[in-house]
Every structure is written in C-alpha cells, then in structure tokens.
C-alpha cells in the first residue's frame, strides 16, 4: 500500500507494464525528470499508467479499519497513538 517512490500511503495507485505499482503525482514526476522508465526495474514503459482499483479498494479498507494510520506521519513517533 506504500509507494516505493514516497513511501507513503497511495491514495490513487497506479500500475505500469512493468507490473509496479505508485502513487499517480509521483510516477509522474518521475516520468518528467527521467523519461518513461519505471524507477525500479529500469524497463522502459511502453503504455500509459493503469489506475490499480483494487489496491486502492484494499488501501480504503485499511484505513477504515485502522484511523491511526491517518495521522501517521513519517519519522515521528508514532508508539504513542
């Protein structure tokens, strides 16, 4: 459910022709800065970003069930909630 470019949660996921998957905004921006290359295969992409409902369905149900993990927030101490 995390982003392998943010390491945070998804909230509109999407996969590549690579079979990975991230968040929308920051495939994007890599595709600016780098060209059509998934960050961690190095393949070129042949396809435009697929949205991935089903990780964001199971993303949704997570966050249903645990409200914590909204007000997570990286690097903080979080043990305390």
Same mark, same amino acid.
């Given at each position: 459910?995390?982003c392998r470019i943010t390491d945070q949660l998804m909230s509109d996921?999407v996969v590549l022709s690579s079979g990975n998957t991230y968040e &929308?905004?920051? @495939? $994007?921006?890599?595709?600016?800065?780098?060209? #059509?290359?998934?960050?961690?295969? &190095? $393949?070129? @992409?042949? #396809? $435009?970003?697929?949205?991935? &409902?089903?990780?964001? *369905?199971?993303? $949704?149900?997570?966050?249903?069930?645990?409200?914590? #993990?909204?007000?997570? @927030? *990286?690097?903080?101490?979080?043990?305390?909630?």
């Amino acid at each position: 459910m995390l982003c392998r470019i943010t390491d945070q949660l998804m909230s509109d996921p999407v996969v590549l022709s690579s079979g990975n998957t991230y968040e &929308r905004a920051a @495939i $994007e921006k890599h595709f600016k800065v780098n060209g #059509a290359i998934d960050p961690m295969t &190095r $393949e070129n @992409i042949t #396809a $435009e970003p697929v949205p991935n &409902r089903y990780l964001k *369905e199971a993303t $949704e149900h997570f966050l249903k069930q645990n409200p914590w #993990a909204y007000n997570y @927030i *990286e690097g903080a101490d979080n043990l305390d909630m």
